[in-house]
């Protein structure tokens, strides 16, 4: 079991940066894919990024060059730096991990809900224009 707790969230500028953290505690000593989602209200749920155990990072096309995901392994931490902010960036962000049978490979080509077991209790980003 891993438990995660996200925070960074808040009201910001649209071109403005925010960097989101997700502190991750339990059995982080075991190889898992980490990842970013995001879900605006009445919208499904969507990957924005992923980590694998190497650090290989996978992006939604619509963050690619505008967000970095990262990852202290020290600090069992998890980050994501968002720039360029746009207003339809507005969501819930979460963060989330696999199962160790899953492994430590994130899902390819781009980050999607099913494989993650393990999920937060969100944060706010809100972007004005």
């Known amino acids: 079991q891993v438990q995660l707790a996200e925070s960074g969230g808040g009201s910001v500028q649209a071109g403005g940066p925010l960097r989101l953290s997700c502190a991750a505690s339990?059995?982080?000593?075991?190889?898992?894919?980490m990842g970013w989602f995001r879900q605006a209200s009445g919208k499904e749920r969507e990957g924005v990024a992923s980590?694998?155990?190497?650090?290989?990072?996978t992006y939604a096309d619509s963050v690619k060059g505008r967000f970095t995901i990262s990852k202290d392994t020290a600090k069992n931490t998890l980050y994501l730096q968002m720039n360029s902010l746009k207003p339809e960036d507005n969501a819930m962000y979460y963060c989330?991990?696999?199962?160790?049978?899953?492994?430590?490979?994130?899902?390819?080509?781009?980050?999607?809900?099913?494989?993650?077991?393990?999920w937060g209790q969100g944060t706010q980003v809100t972007v004005s224009s």
């Open positions: 989330a991990a696999t199962s160790v049978q899953f492994g430590g490979r994130c899902p390819r080509p781009r980050p999607r809900p099913g494989p993650f077991s393990f």
């Open positions: 339990g059995a982080t000593g075991a190889s898992r894919c």
């Open positions: 980590i694998d155990s190497d650090g290989t990072t």
